[in-house]
């Protein structure tokens, strides 16, 4: 597995720095090469070679009907579960599933979301792919989802970004959050959406480290929950990457970096990246979500804080117009995802 994710991400990295010159066929062609190695590599691990896995396997060997009442999973996993059970496929047999709903709608968002899609799937493959489909497996179909709902709410397509969103939802209960971008536009940023902007991360970090709890002044149906993610961070059952401080956490803080050097060079990146203003309000959000609710639980902030901080991939595609020539920021972003694909790797693979 740690040979073929390599493998993968350094065929994309090798593409990259001439897909300007590759026809559209050909592009095509190499990202459904590269999707179907990734598929196969989903499919076929091990529950012990990436963290959770196990815990999926007992989850799923759990689901004997399709009455979800006295679960707390989602409705989409009982049924999947159920019916791979019923069929005698096995564990693999889930795992395959979510990797063929999940994949092919992540290599489709980020071929209407990217103008260089191929070093956008090498960016996606250092982090995200890992984390999120060989791990939070329900995270990253509802994550594929949303990054289609992104792309329709800025083409105006209302309907279809809220009908993503919702069917997210069924795989993932936090995609329920990803109502939130109906609350921005993608229109030219402003001075005051700069200074909000900034405002949101210094901020922010200055509530993290404040210590305090807004779910306290919540009413009881609402802050009931939040109390037992509460209690779980205070007593330390938390996974070990969840309770890693947001400053100590080398994923968080050279996103942190991105968006900053993002903002500064907001209009020079916006000439090349049109998108752009929507993806730095979406990276925003994930910070408020990280700063503020990591008081209560580390868990549910970094949930959320992934799912909206996946359009990450994007801003880092566009950082390579900062420079001069675009190929020098090429080998700039291909060095920082090579730190992170072998951070991810210590991580999810190694289990370091």
Excluded at 245 to 273: D, G, R, W
């Amino acid at each position: 597995m740690l040979i073929a994710i390599f493998f993968i991400f350094l065929v994309c990295v090798s593409f990259s720095f001439f897909e300007e010159n590759l026809r559209k066929r050909d592009k095509l062609l190499l990202l459904l090469f590269v999707g179907v190695i990734m598929i196969l590599i989903a499919g076929t691990r091990g529950v012990l070679d990436t963290p959770d896995s196990d815990n999926y396997e007992t989850q799923f060997n759990e689901v004997s009907s399709l009455d979800a009442s006295d679960s707390l999973q989602e409705p989409s996993f009982t049924f999947i579960s159920y019916y791979v059970n019923l069929f005698g496929l096995g564990i693999n047999g889930l795992f395959f599933i979510y990797a063929l709903l999940s994949i092919p709608l992540r290599i489709g968002a980020i071929w209407k979301l990217s103008k260089l899609p191929i070093l956008t799937l090498s960016i996606y493959i250092s982090f995200y792919y890992q984390l999120h489909d060989l791990v939070q497996i329900r995270c990253a179909v509802a994550s594929a989802m949303f990054m289609f709902a992104v792309y329709y709410k800025i083409e105006k397509q209302k309907w279809k970004a809220l009908a993503f969103i919702l069917v997210g939802a069924f795989f993932h209960y936090s995609a329920v959050a990803g109502l939130l971008i109906f609350l921005f536009n993608n229109k030219k940023l402003e001075t005051r959406h700069i200074v909000m902007l900034l405002g949101v991360l210094f901020f922010g970090v200055a509530f993290y480290f404040s210590g305090l709890d807004f779910s306290v002044f919540l009413p009881d149906e609402l802050g009931g929950r939040l109390q037992i993610y509460r209690e779980l961070k205070e007593n330390g059952i938390e996974g070990d990457l969840e309770g890693v401080a947001f400053y100590k956490n080398p994923m968080v803080l050279t996103n942190i970096a991105l968006y900053l050097f993002c903002i500064y060079y907001h209009k020079i990146l916006t000439e090349s990246y049109e998108y752009l203003p929507f993806m730095l309000k979406l990276m925003g959000v994930a910070f408020i979500f990280l700063l503020t609710m990591g008081n209560i639980s580390s868990v549910v902030s970094s949930r959320l804080f992934e799912y909206f901080d996946v359009v990450s991939i994007f801003l880092w595609t566009a950082l390579i117009y900062a420079f001069k020539p675009v190929s020098a920021g090429k080998v700039i972003v291909h060095v920082i995802s090579t730190a992170r694909i072998i951070y991810s790797v210590l991580i999810y693979t190694l289990h370091l």
